[in-house]
């Protein structure tokens, strides 16, 4: 069987079946030409609010915008109206996605309290008629992102797959956790499997994977694609180490030098596309992905922290990297 294949979501074509998860805070248009760079198909943006996008804010109006340097990807969008979700998903494809998604997975209480994410798992009526409003606005190819379930009794992963291939979905990604997990514990394989079984559109399953053998247990469990989120973040090229392994080629080695390296020209491209402040700031948040596999690590990244300004950031890690 070969895992990695080109790949369709209605008519886009991908280079290959590896995704890279929308995580907000850290999923940014430099993130993602830098995972597009490390091999990944296709890269999801941070989620916008098609509330906010409504009222004018200029903060998510700019979490759109889409560099010609990182194409396939896709935006995705939440919200708990018809007419904000329409307008969202336009707003999208004008600003140049190659698909827009939706998110119904979502566990955090503010957006949950907004109607949004993953509290519209419970009310298919409502999450059929966003879906249904965002693929009548478009174009381009619109999908789901979901979970296998609310809670550990009911599993509503092939149900809801089987409602987003009705409304007319592209694909679903099905993040195999229930949402009272959050983030955390293994990955139910097993929900991802009937939940393929139950449509014929593409699956992409998401949850925990960090290396081949897990890529290679979610699409022999009958997903078309994977999707990858925490795994990629200090790690960009795990999509093409993944390739590699499983096409029995040797896998590159990163060492944590190499890794320096990159974090500073992404903390370069955060602080061209932020301005300084927010891009340190940013920057900041995923230090421990990035700064990590070396004797001294925590007292760097202690440093790191305390730090406000381009220069001297570079020349801490450039003290490690030299
Ligand atoms: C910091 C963070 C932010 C996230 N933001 C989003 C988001 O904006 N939209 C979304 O659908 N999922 C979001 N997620 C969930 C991820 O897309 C993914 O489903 C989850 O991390 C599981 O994949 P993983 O185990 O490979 O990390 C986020 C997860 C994390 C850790």
Redesign the pocket.
């Known amino acids: 069987m070969t895992h990695i294949r080109p790949f369709c979501i209605g008519k886009l074509s991908l280079k290959n079946n590896l995704v890279l ?7 940014d248009s430099p993130f993602r030409i830098l995972c597009l760079k490390g091999g990944a198909g296709l890269v ?4 916008v609010s098609a509330h906010a996008l409504h009222y004018g804010n200029a903060k998510s109006g700019r979490m759109l915008q889409v560099s010609p340097k990182e194409h396939p990807v896709s935006m ?1 969008i ?1 919200g708990s109206d018809e007419e904000t979700i329409s307008q969202a998903a336009q707003n999208a494809e004008k600003a140049g996605a190659d698909i827009v ?1 939706l ?1 119904a ?2 566990p ?1 209480k503010k957006i949950n309290k907004a109607g949004a ?1 993953c509290v519209l798992m419970k009310d298919e009526t409502k999450l059929a008629r966003l879906l249904t409003a965002a693929i009548k606005s478009v174009k381009i190819p619109v999908t789901l ?1 979901t ?1 296998i379930a609310l809670n550990h009794k009911e599993f509503l992963g092939a149900r809801l797959a089987k409602l987003a291939e009705d409304c007319g979905a592209a694909a679903v ?1 099905l ?1 195999a ?1 229930a949402a009272v997990d959050m ?1 955390s514990g293994e ?1 139910d394989v097993e929900a991802l499997a009937n939940a393929c079984q139950a449509v014929k559109i593409p699956v992409i399953g ?5 290396n081949a053998a897990r890529v290679k247990e979610f699409l022999e469990a009958g997903c078309a694609g994977v ?7 200090g790690n960009p090229f795990i999509f093409q180490d993944i390739i590699d392994e499983l096409a029995g080629r040797p896998v590159q080695a990163h060492t944590a030098q190499k890794r320096l390296e990159i974090y500073l020209k992404l903390i370069e491209e955060n602080v061209d596309y932020y301005g300084e402040r927010i891009g340190i700031n940013r920057s900041r948040k995923i230090a421990g992905y990035w700064i990590s596999g070396f004797p001294n690590a925590a007292a760097v990244r202690g440093e790191f922290v305390r730090l406000d300004t381009l220069p001297d950031v570079r020349a801490l890690l450039r003290q490690v990297i030299s």
């Open positions: 998860a929308p995580m907000a805070g850290i999923t999801c943006a941070e989620m995705q939440f998604d998110n997975g979502c955090v994410g992102k979970r990604t993040h956790r983030h990955p998401n949850g925990g994977v960090t999707m990858i989120g925490r795994g990629a973040v």
